[in-house]
């Protein structure tokens, strides 16, 4: 648990004039598992994009298991089958059944035999605890499900990062437990992830470290313990205070 | 009365059915809810009745009431004779069948457009039906196979060499134009200001063009030499089919993987050379029929199948070409696709027919059913791809952020993702489009193609059957055959979209 598998170094981007990420530096190793929190707009969903490259940079450099991501984004597919993501508005293929969604990439990515690829799907399904509705189109199913389905999806190519945007965001509340307790089971398993949330129970509960950005740049940086008991920045305490009410 | 007040209630007689006091099912009950239900509504069905009864009945009335139906010339069909105010000619349609479904076609050879026709139906019924298996060799052989296959039927005529002749002779014609190119620039520098430089240029292009010609030349040579042989053609198949095997081997993963490619290959030309043998095209096939013979239904639907299927492809390849990030292959769709939706298809039609002969070299002709072929197809296209665009604008962007998170590239993104979506978003508006396009096609009887109306303008003329009725009933029955075409497509369309659907239906 001591190489980074994450390390992103002097990390800039502009959108037009606006600069939107600011000299970021952050390291994952292994097995850790970082919550980035933030208000909306600072820059926390960018950041997390830019790792498997849906968004473009100008300055900086990010290497993920030793594959370098540089603002030419060379390298870009090979960074991306290592990483898997989770969207908030889960984006699953609507014209494709559960099953389908699930053994799509493995079949046209890594070139797997059919069968293979939904034994093994149906493992996944199996884990985030929806076998049944794999022939299910997922306009089918509820939110906590669909989301489920695509922690499923991501999961089917044996990524060695997982990255959340706001996974429960677009979710009704009573879901948002069956998706969270997914993530959980995720985590104890040993995956290294990158939630953005604001579901701080899970930071508190899951968290090795929480990273508070504001502006475009990393504000604090802690364990949760540290971060929740003592936030030392004023930004933080004030966004913790209206957070936390 | 039983006494429902009281706490304790035991039914003694159970309640027989009896009718409702207004009727409200049943002729009646319909007539007293829906069509006299209120004063509008009155109104509304007595207007409709009426229309229905001017339009209706005297449909009716000519078509089949009225109608002749039996003769052997136009003085069956004259009241004098009939005893009644004649309605639809039917003898008239049944003597004219053949000339408004082959045009002139000759008579002898008519039995290869009903195998064309038959071919067709054979390879397209099961095409539509989804219950049935191997869509993929189906698709194939309608789409690549039947086109080269129905040419040669209809058309007729063989082939002198096979895929090695025909790339040199590509080739061969590619250099040739470079070389006229470096020629007409060296004659012009005899007489041109800019002399020098134009005499730099020409000298390279023609010894670019010379370059080709060495490059080429064992390629040309082995043709010229092939030429020679007594089996010209099967010689030149048995090298393509090796070449060609070798290289679907070497593609499909060698040794390890690429048998079925081989395999797949080597029945691909075993059918080819099925398909050569019994059309006999390796000594001159069948008498050719030149297109200018073709008419009628015939010509109707060569025009609009072409049309529909190529169609598709050039528009969904302009409306990906007018969302792409590269500025040329926007740029160049965008003015594609703005050229001809601003011109008339009739100005197309003119233009390739009497115009583009003017423009090109003289000894290169194309037919002239091809060449309204191309401007339709092109025509389509156009609009198709301005309704396939409004489906990938109704795609949202995280569509394609997921399958690019999950490392699928541009191609299969587009092919897996992006367009099967697209395209279930917009059937309507494709087969508006394939309807309108198959109306469009008696369009080209301006350009001397006669299709099923041309032929049937045509046939008017004839005295024999010259009658008061006579237009009358030739577009009686055009309106007819037109009408269950594009009702089938409509249909189809229907059908095809309540399918693939089924995920939108909760």
Known sequence: ?245 | MTDITSSTFVRRNLLTERPAPVKTTGFVGLMRTRLFNSPTNILLTIVGALLLWFTIIPSVRFLLVDAVWAGTDRTACLTENAGFVVGACWPYIQAKLPQLIYGFYPEAERWRVNLTLFLAAALLVPLLVPRLPSKGLNAGLFFFAFPVVAFFLLHGGGISGFGLSWTAGILQLFDDSIIGAGQVLLNLSKTSAMAPLLWVIGNLVVLVGTAIYWLIFPLTSLRDQLQGTGQSVWADFAITAVIVSLIAFVLGGGVRTGWRALASSFATFVAIAIVIKLMGLDHGGLPIVQTGLWGGLLVTLVVSVTGIVTSLPIGIALALGRRSTIPLIRIFSIAFIEFWRGVPLITVLFFATYMLPLFLPGNFTVDGLVRALVGIALFTGAYQAENVRGGLAAIPRGQGEAAAALGLSWWKTTSLIVLPQALRHVIPNLVNSFISLFKDTSLVSIVALFDLLGSLRASFSDPKWSTPSTAFTGFAFAGIIYFLFCFGMSRYSLFVEHRLNAHRRT
Not at chain 1, 20 to 39: Q, S, T, Y
Not at chain 1, 158 to 175: H, I, R, Y
Not at chain 1, 220 to 239: D, G, S
């Open chain 1, 1 to 245: 648990m001591s190489d980074p598998i994450v390390k992103i170094s002097g990390l800039n981007k502009w959108y037009g004039e606006f600069h939107v990420l600011r000299d970021i530096d952050l390291e994952v190793k292994k097995g850790e598992r970082i919550v980035i929190c933030g208000p909306s707009g600072s820059g926390k969903s960018t950041l997390i994009r830019c790792i498997n490259a849906l968004e473009e940079f100008q300055e900086g450099e990010i290497v993920v298991d030793g594959i370098e991501l540089g603002p030419n984004l060379k390298h870009v597919d090979a960074v991306r089958r290592e990483v898997g993501m989770v969207f908030q508005s889960f984006n699953l293929f609507p014209h494709l059944t559960v099953l389908d969604n699930c053994t799509l990439a493995p079949i046209w990515v890594r070139n797997i035999p059919k069968r293979d690829a939904e034994a093994t799907a149906m493992k996944f399904l199996e884990r985030v605890k929806i076998p049944h509705q794999a022939n299910k189109f997922p306009g089918q199913m509820s939110g906590g499900q669909q989301q489920r389905v695509a922690i499923a999806r991501a999961l089917t190519m044996n990524p060695k990062v997982m990255l959340f945007d706001e996974p429960t965001s677009a979710l009704d509340p009573e879901m948002v437990k069956e998706v969270l307790d997914t993530m959980v089971d995720l985590a104890e398993e040993g995956m290294t992830m990158l939630v953005v949330t604001h579901e701080m129970g899970f930071a508190r509960e899951v968290a090795n470290r929480v990273v508070f950005m504001d502006a475009g740049q990393i504000i604090e940086a802690n364990t949760p313990n540290e971060f929740f008991a003592a936030p030392q920045h004023a930004r933080t305490k004030l966004f913790l205070s209206q957070i936390l009410r």
